[in-house]
């Protein structure tokens, strides 16, 4: 048994075009939000590459940090250990 549907051709195409512009307009966010997501990023590799540089500094300013606590504690151990005053 076979059966017939009969539909205006021109409510399906304004249905189908109706949906078209639905798409566009879903892809035309997506599109902003991608654009906004690139931005995002190349600000991030800016703070990223800022954080390198920053802890570097803080390496190179630790190690001299050590190496004058040891001249301290070896000069103490010197003066109060060795020499001990009378």
């Known amino acids: 048994m076979a059966t017939t549907i009969e539909t205006d051709l021109k409510e399906v195409l304004g249905d189908i075009q109706k949906e078209l512009r639905e ?10 939000s991608q654009a906004e997501i690139k931005g995002d990023l190349n600000t991030l590799k800016v703070e990223m590459s800022l954080l390198k540089e920053d802890i570097k500094d803080l390496k190179g300013s630790q190690r001299s ?22």
Do not use: M, Y
């Open 23 to 32: 798409i566009r307009g879903d892809l035309n966010e997506l599109k902003v």
């Open 65 to 86: 940090q050590i190496w004058v606590l040891i001249v301290a504690i070896v000069g103490a151990i010197i003066k109060f250990g060795f020499f001990p005053n009378p």
